[in-house]
């Protein structure tokens, strides 16, 4: 009879990496990606490379190889703050913390592609467009706006990313791009009441480009005010 001890086997603990990734944490890798970019760590080819397998990532454990051997990787960074920008003025009302989700409402990705929205259609707060070697296309001009503010986050990697507003509401933006081109045609509204839309954007090779539609308006923009504020109201009392 075997009486000599044996330490006990304790179960291997699970691996949080196999939970599905979130739109938030692809976010933030690929903010990790473009801060190497910035910085000189990746090519260009390796930039794009990564990010297009960034966003056509499942889980945890498929995004940490892509930022693997980069020092963001391992050490934590405060959030950053995309909608405090140099081209709105101190009381333009721009988003406070906590007034727009992190995870966004609808994503548009086009990968060797082209993806369109357009028409009468509700737009959320928060709107999220990839364009790596491919096209996307953002028509707000017929949209229903519920909200007072919206951001539109998006990216392009050797592709293009179109975004056209009303010339009735207000747009801002803030973003940057690496041989490439981000351009916001800044429009203020005269009804201080009027929606807002805010575009955050960052390009690679790539276009990136908001402005007014000539002649679009939304006709019944104090019915839209009156509507969305009564909703907010009883949503909250």
Known sequence: MDLEKRPQQS?????PTGLRASDADRDRTADILREALAEG???TEEHADR??????AKTLAELEPYVRDLPGEHQSRPAPAPYATAHAPAHSGAPLPGTIPADPDENLVAVLSSTTRKGRWRVGRRTHAYAVFGSV???????VFEYPQIVIRAWSVFGNVEVRVPENITLRGTGSGVCGNFEVDTLEAEDPQAPVVFIDGYSVFGNIEAKPKRG???ADLHKYIGRSTARHLRKHL
Request: net charge negative; glycine share 8%; charged share 30%.
């Open 11 to 15: 179960a291997p603990a699970a691996e």
């Open 51 to 56: 990010i297009e397998g960034v966003y056509g």
């Open 41 to 43: 760590r990746l090519t």
């Open 216 to 218: 679009k308006l939304i």
């Open 137 to 143: 296309e953002i028509d707000l001009t017929e949209a």
